[in-house]
């Protein structure tokens, strides 16, 4: 199954028109945070200013003994400037008043006291004036300019309403071209910055998945020294290395194929060889008959190794599929695969513990056992002398990390050019004329299982060490 190629978005629905809506949006929710604290200042002065006129009729009040004495042009001029139809002057318990000839008595009226200037009230009294009705009466009270006295302005509400409008629209329009402008900048500044970059990082990337081989699609890092420029340098090491891996892994391909074909002419040309020994084997020469078990041993390692190579070709990438499996069992099967159950002169002990189920892949790993002891059995069959009785065990530990199942024998132990590759295919081979696939191909179905093949030094003899993950433990 091909994976679903990966196109650029739209126009639409990449980071360039989601950064912009992301500013637009975040400058407007801090336009009405600062809008409501505005709306109440520009009502505050607004009633201020009318309590300044109350104060100056209050002085004009204060200095004449008789209201009525005043002229009506006085009062009318008084009245008009505050844009009042009363003004009410309260001192020592006394109140004056003065009117229009018609005002009229207010039927809804709204008490605004500039005395309380918290800001909460400030606020909750503009947002009202917004949103009550235009045909309320207005009720302003303040402090005079003599102690212990009020003035108070009785006026419709609807002239303050129509200016707090008004305010709000052109904070509105002044908030919206702030936002356009404040936005358009930051995107301009952030596009060259970081959108135009990781778009760079994009494309390379969806050019580099189609044409991996083509070196020319590496991307050339540039001299940033931030996290961007660090990830093109990053992004142009691992396109080299992949470059370079898919390189080398045609040409081992390559090589292979022909390898391939020339083992398996090779293969043939010996078992046809191996057929004329067995024929010169029947001679009754002497000497073919000395040298005949020799040749035979030899076309046989031959054959085996071209064979095994073969093999390894062929060896599928298939991952594990766990079940539970019964680890004793799993064990004890392996033992007798690898010949080692009821052999005469080696003892076999399984110290897996009854009941133990594992959930692994049973054939991936009875493999990995089967060879464990398989080598294990050879190597103490190359032995003639033994200070102790020949033995392969089967250890199990479980612990919080997960599970250890070790094999071990009382062998000779491995060698030291063995040990350095170990577990590298046709380098790490224990014995001489082996081809080291066996352990390559157990440490990787090990590790496929989330575990780890190791070998541990001891003396004397030899141990492997299967590591598994807790989550492979059943019971």
């Known amino acids: 199954m091909t994976a679903e190629r990966s196109v650029l978005p739209g126009r639409f629905s990449g980071l ?3 950064l912009i809506a992301t500013i637009i949006m975040v400058i407007f929710a801090v336009e009405i945070v600062v809008y409501l604290p505005s709306i109440a200042n520009y009502r505050a002065s607004w009633l201020d200013d009318r309590l300044r006129v109350g104060v100056v009729a209050a002085r004009v009040l204060d200095a004449v003994p008789d209201v009525m004495a005043l002229p009506r042009a006085l009062t009318d001029r008084l009245l008009n400037s505050a844009g009042a139809d009363a003004i009410v002057y309260r001192r020592e318990g ?20 500039m005395r309380l200037r ?3 009230t400030l606020i909750m009294g503009a947002v009202d004036t917004l949103l009550g009705g235009g045909g309320r009466t207005l009720r302003i009270v303040g402090e005079g300019d003599r102690d212990e006295s009020l003035v108070e302005l009785l006026m419709p509400e609807r002239p303050l309403r129509y200016d707090l409008f008004t305010y709000s629209r052109d904070f509105f329009l002044i908030s919206l071209i702030i936002a356009f402008i404040t936005a358009a900048v930051l995107y301009l500044v952030v596009r060259w910055v970081f959108i135009m970059p990781v778009r760079r ?14 070196a020319s699609l590496i991307i050339t890092p540039s001299q940033r020294r931030d996290e961007i420029g660090i990830m093109e340098r990053e992004l142009a090491a691992m396109e080299q290395d992949l470059f370079s891996m898919l390189r080398q892994r045609r ?14 002419d090779l293969r043939n040309t010996l078992t046809s060889a191996q057929l004329l020994s067995d024929q010169v084997a029947t001679l009754d020469d002497p000497k ?3 040298l005949a078990p020799r040749l035979v041993t030899t076309l046989d390692k031959a054959i085996g190794f071209a064979q095994s190579v073969l093999d390894y070709g062929r060896e599928s990438a298939a991952p594990p599929v766990p079940g539970p499996v019964d680890l004793r069992t799993l064990i004890e099967d392996a033992a007798f695969d690898a010949r080692l159950v009821g052999h005469p002169g080696i003892a076999f002990v399984n110290g897996a513990p009854e009941g133990l189920s594992i959930n692994v892949d049973a054939g991936q790993l009875a493999r990995v056992f089967v060879n464990l002891l398989k080598n294990a059995r050879e190597a103490l069959e190359s032995v003639t002398a033994f200070p102790t009785p020949p033995e392969v065990r089967v250890e199990v530990t479980q612990s919080e990390d997960g599970l250890v199942i070790a094999v071990t024998d009382n062998g000779p132990g491995l060698l030291p050019r063995a040990r350095a590759n170990l577990f590298v295919a046709f380098e790490g081979s224990a014995r001489a004329g082996g081809t080291g696939l066996g352990l390559a191909i157990a440490r990787e179905l090990v590790e496929a299982h989330g575990g780890h093949l190791q070998w541990v030094e ?15 433990i059943l019971r």
């Open 16 to 18: 360039s028109i989601k």
């Open 94 to 113: 006394q109140s004056q008043l003065i009117e229009l000839d018609n005002a009229v008595t207010p039927t809804v009226a709204v008490t605004a006291d």
């Open 118 to 120: 918290d800001p909460m």
């Open 201 to 214: 990082l994009t494309e390379n990337m969806l050019a580099y998945r189609q044409a991996p081989e083509n």
């Open 251 to 264: 040409h081992l391909a390559d090589l292979g194929l022909a390898v391939a074909k020339i083992n398996h």
């Open 288 to 290: 073919v008959q000395r």
């Open 458 to 472: 001891q003396s004397p003899g030899t141990r492997f060490e299967v590591s598994l993950p807790t989550s492979a």
